[in-house]
């Protein structure tokens, strides 16, 4: 390690490289492989015959081993007088035809067009690092001089970020073809000390006419199929991910962390689209595990991404547990990918998943797949659109674990995040559809019935949170015998598929409901797919939360006996996805506060992961509501907060909740509503878990 340069400007200066090669002695010094390592390319690219030009050649063997190979033009230069002299003695005896020149590559004494190839193992990247860039680029300049019409400048490079900017721009700019091959180690080589990074090679072709469309493409390997791109940039990204899936390879091969959560996207290797996504979890140290289980590969069924069992990194250290391998890969399959069957799944991944075996594992262990039911699952998309506020977003119908048809929003910008969900049920069955069974899951094939066919069923809350909010309004004594002619005024903000607004509509009894949702497309969405009817007890008035609960509380003489705050936060730098900062703010609540009756009641939905923000949250919330209850959601970051205007101590509202909570479960089952469904809650076990905050 002493021999590397201290910083990256040394690379480029020719003292630098003088005291190297005397320090080094003889020993061949072979950035980024051997002649082994990138034969294939080279051969593929340089004829035999051809006059080659190669730049700073040091004292790699990788001339004399192509001139052993029977490539006799070799011209090699150096700006070292120390590695030239030293190379030639090397090779006088054996190599007479193989001569090495003290010569500056920005500069050369050689004709125009008097070479087929120009070969460059690392100069450029120890060129590119000064006076900004503005040495490479004159080297590249001159080996664009020296080179003839078709001729290739092919260039070993790590390829960093500014390094290869600078060359793919230069000879885009110069209309020639560009490619780039990347060259992944095969597992089981590297050795410790090896770079993390991958070794790509730059060929670049010149033309007779410079291109007037840029030929940006991109290959894995010596001889992969070619990927075009259409902008620099979007080639720039692919070397990332290629960069990216290199490092991570590299540490999965020699350390395991349960708690890093490491993931990978694959994408089509002809569209470039993604197609899987693969994320990594480790058993604890310590854990006893069978010899053969160290490694398997569990797929996520098709529509179950979202679960809390995969899509958190709690559900899958619980789900690596149950497994009990010292490495599980949990794959999950992405949306508008065709996938044929499971068979086909396994041998598309059973390439690609050794990568990321542990370390140690021998390399032909047998790896099984595991998987729910033994299929892909069922994923149908219905819609797709676009938000001039969220983005791009699909309608999809999927079959659940459970067996169900659930229909989801979900917006593309999220797709781990299901916007919206609602159960389905044929048309003709909706009425009596049954409480799904979790433990018993159906069969997964794709259901016999058109989307035309199947309906909402409005009595399902698929949210927990949802439900929780739900048993929340036995706080106002709702469905008691003493309120049965009592109005209940609901005013909420967030529509998302408008499950909770409709269910409050056709179950609970003498309910007002005034929903305000900020996206015009997602109203539209609720009333086509999911089922959502406005009427004179349920409106819907389309703007900003915080700006109608202003408007409102100017106003005056508006009281609500229940707010409730469903909306998501956009912001995704926040540790809070629920609600956006600013309807938790004191000076917000105090207004909101206003809006409530005497005994009113003020419910959030709180999605937070920072238990320091949470807790500044709970204190603006303090400092407005006398008392505040909380509601963890099970395998979810959700909780629920009641916070009432009337009582001052929230432990005395506990004892009388049980008999409240019988009151609205009698009430929401009650047919005066003139509702056919049936609502599938239990007020009572929902309230069981109230925390006093």
């Known amino acids: 390690m002493s021999l590397l340069p201290r910083t990256a400007e040394e690379f480029s200066s020719a003292e630098y490289w003088e005291k190297f090669f005397k320090k080094r002695g003889e020993r061949a010094f072979e950035w980024y492989g051997d002649y082994n390592k990138l034969c294939g390319v080279l051969h593929k690219y340089i004829k035999v015959q051809d006059k080659v030009l190669v730049v700073g050649c040091g004292n790699s063997e990788l001339?004399?081993?192509?001139?052993?190979?029977g490539y006799k033009h070799l011209t090699n230069i150096d700006i070292s007088e120390t590695v030239v002299n030293h190379m030639n003695q090397r090779n006088a005896?054996?190599?007479?035809?193989?001569?090495?020149?003290?010569?500056?590559a920005t500069q050369t004494p050689y004709d125009d067009a008097s070479y087929q190839a120009a070969l460059d193992k690392g100069t450029l990247d120890a060129m590119a690092s000064e006076e900004e860039g503005a040495l490479a680029r004159n080297m590249l300049t001159e080996l664009g001089r020296v080179l003839s019409v078709g001729g290739r400048y092919i260039c070993v490079t790590l390829a960093q970020e500014g390094v290869i900017k600078l060359a793919v721009e230069h000879f885009v700019q110069l209309g020639w073809a560009?490619?780039?091959?990347?060259?992944?180690?095969?597992?089981?080589?590297e050795q410790e000390d090896s770079f993390a990074l991958p070794v790509f090679v730059l060929v670049c072709t010149k033309f007779r006419q410079p291109m007037p469309t840029p030929i940006l493409e991109m290959c894995v390997g010596d001889d992969g199929a070619p990927v075009r791109y259409s902008q620099i940039c979007e080639l720039l990204s692919a070397v990332r991910e290629h960069q990216a899936y290199s490092v991570l390879r590299k540490k999965l091969r020699t350390s395991t962390d349960p708690g890093s959560n490491l993931s990978l996207t694959l994408c089509h290797a002809k569209t470039n689209l993604p197609r899987y996504t693969l994320t990594v979890q480790d058993c604890p140290p310590g854990t006893k595990v069978p010899r053969s289980n160290q490694f398997a590969i569990f797929i996520v069924p098709r529509g179950c991404e979202t679960a809390w069992l995969y899509s958190s990194s709690e559900g899958r250290?619980?789900?690596?547990?149950?497994?009990?391998?010292?490495?599980?890969?949990?794959?999950?399959?992405?949306?508008?990918?065709?996938?044929?069957?499971?068979?086909?799944?396994?041998?598309?991944?059973s390439p690609v998943v050794m990568d990321l075996a542990p370390p140690g594992m021998p390399t032909?262990?047998?790896v099984p797949f595991l998987s729910v039911g033994g299929d892909l699952g069922w994923r149908e998309e219905v819609s797709r659109g676009v938000s001039q506020l969220s983005g791009e977003y699909c309608v999809e119908n999927v079959r659940g674990e459970d067996g169900e048809l659930y229909r989801r929003l979900v917006f593309l910008s999220n797709t781990a995040l299901v916007q919206s969900e609602s159960r389905l049920v044929s048309s003709n069955t909706a009425s009596s559809h049954k409480k799904k069974n979790k433990k018993k899951p159906k069969a997964t094939a794709a259901p016999s019935s058109s989307s035309s066919s199947l309906s909402v069923d409005s009595g399902f809350l698929c949210c927990a949170h949802h439900e929780v909010m739900v048993a929340g309004l036995t706080m106002l004594g709702v469905g008691m015998p003493q309120n049965k002619d009592i109005p209940v005024s609901v005013l909420l903000v967030g529509l998302g598929g408008g499950g909770l607004p409709q269910f409050l509509r056709d179950f609970v009894p003498n309910v007002m409901v005034e929903v305000v949702e900020l996206d015009p497309v997602v109203f539209?969405?609720?009333?086509?797919?999911?089922?959502?009817?406005?009427?004179?007890?349920?409106t819907v008035t389309l703007g900003d939360g915080l700006e109608r609960i202003c408007a409102l509380e100017q106003e005056g003489g508006h009281l609500?006996?229940?707010?409730?705050?469903?909306?998501?936060?956009?912001?995704?730098?926040?540790?809070?996805?629920?609600?956006?900062?600013?309807?938790?703010?004191?000076?917000?609540?105090?207004?909101?506060?206003?809006?409530?009756?005497?005994?009113?009641?003020f419910i959030l939905n709180l999605v937070c992961r920072d238990p320091a923000l949470r807790k500044s949250i709970l204190e603006c919330l303090s400092s407005v509501f006398p008392s505040i209850l909380s509601r963890?959601?099970?395998?979810?970051?959700?909780?629920?907060?009641?916070?009432?205007?009337?009582?001052?101590?929230?432990?005395?509202?506990?004892?009388?909740?049980?008999?409240?909570?019988?009151?609205?479960?009698?009430?929401?089952?009650?047919?005066?509503?003139?509702?056919?469904?049936?609502?599938h809650i239990d007020i009572a076990e929902l309230l069981k878990d109230l925390k006093v905050e």
Not at 93 to 104: A, M, N, S, T, W
Request: net charge negative; aromatic share 8%; glycine share 6%.
């Open 63 to 69: 001339s004399e081993q192509l001139y052993d190979v």
């Open 93 to 104: 005896e054996r190599r007479p035809g193989l001569i090495f020149y003290q010569v500056d």
């Open 178 to 189: 560009v490619r780039l091959h990347c060259l992944q180690g095969e597992r089981g080589t």
């Open 317 to 349: 250290r619980q789900l690596a547990a149950s497994a009990n391998f010292r490495r599980l890969v949990i794959v999950a399959m992405h949306r508008n990918q065709e996938y044929t069957d499971m068979q086909a799944v396994q041998s598309e991944l």
């Open 364 to 366: 032909n262990q047998q």
């Open 524 to 538: 539209e969405v609720a009333k086509q797919w999911f089922g959502f009817c406005p009427d004179d007890r349920l």
């Open 560 to 601: 609500f006996d229940v707010i409730m705050f469903d909306v998501d936060n956009k912001d995704s730098s926040l540790g809070m996805s629920c609600p956006p900062a600013a309807f938790v703010e004191s000076s917000f609540l105090r207004k909101v506060c206003n809006l409530l009756t005497p005994k009113g009641l």
């Open 632 to 679: 963890k959601i099970a395998e979810e970051i959700n909780e629920v907060l009641l916070c009432s205007c009337g009582e001052k101590d929230a432990a005395h509202i506990l004892p009388f909740l049980n008999e409240a909570a019988k009151n609205l479960q009698s009430a929401l089952f009650s047919d005066r509503i003139g509702h056919k469904g049936r609502p």
